[in-house]
């Protein structure tokens, strides 16, 4: 099976500017999950998507925003993006929310 | 509040040694813990698992022990290579909040030759 995909890989956005992430879950997986990757930081959970309905959220603001479609592929949206959002952004699916496979994300650089 | 924690930011072993991962956890409510291996410009590799009903699992040369009292689970790897230098995190979920793992700051496991 082909792993989770994300596109793009990389990503350069100035100051204001939103951004669209794509994410291709494994085929059969209907979970989707989104977490954000700070220089020395751990995972920081975003959302979670499941059957095109957000299950979960994390402690981010209201800038940061997702969507699911029927063939599980998942989108995720920062809206005036700060420098603080410069990060790598990962997606992971999983088949019973249980293991989380992730995809090898998209580098935001934010200028 | 950190619900996972890595205490070790980093760790360094002989090849052919034991390396040893640990990780502390407070939400009493997780029940499912991971382990995933990450390499710079990759997404985590998942690695190893265990359910709250165990206090044990092998794969190979990888064993994630569970102690629910002290809310601990460690990663040994025997015998360590030169190839398994990456950064590891921890990370954990309960089943009321499915597909939200909390994961811990992560470990840079250097394993020299």
């Known amino acids: 099976k082909a792993g989770v995909t994300q596109t793009p890989r990389y990503l350069i956005k100035t100051r204001g500017q939103q951004v669209t992430l794509s994410c291709s879950p494994i085929s059969g997986h209907r979970s989707v999950s989104w977490y954000q990757q700070t220089p020395g930081q751990g995972l920081q959970f975003l959302f979670e998507y499941f059957s095109e309905t957000q299950r979960n959220k994390g402690n981010f603001p209201g800038r940061f925003s997702g969507r699911q479609f029927s063939n599980s592929r998942s989108e995720m949206n920062v809206s005036t993006l700060e420098l603080g959002d410069s990060a790598l952004y990962l997606c992971?699916?999983?088949?019973?929310?249980?293991?989380?496979?992730f995809g090898p994300g998209t580098r935001l650089t934010v200028l | 509040d950190q619900q996972v924690k890595q205490n070790s930011p980093s760790l360094s072993v002989q090849e052919g040694r034991i390396s040893i991962l640990n990780c502390d956890y407070t939400?009493?409510?997780?029940?499912?813990f991971l382990w995933y291996k990450k390499y710079p410009a990759e997404g985590p590799t998942f690695l190893i698992s265990?359910?709250?009903?165990?206090d044990k699992n092998e794969d190979g040369r990888f064993t994630v022990f569970l102690n629910k009292s002290a809310k601990h689970l460690s990663l040994h790897i025997v015998p360590s290579q030169p190839g398994d230098s990456a950064v590891y995190f921890c990370a954990a979920s309960d089943n009321t909040n499915a597909g939200k793992s909390t994961f811990g700051d992560g470990t840079t496991l250097t394993v020299k030759p």
């Open positions: 265990i359910s709250s009903i165990k």
């Open positions: 992971a699916s999983s088949l019973l929310s249980d293991t989380q496979y």
């Open positions: 939400n009493s409510m997780f029940d499912y």
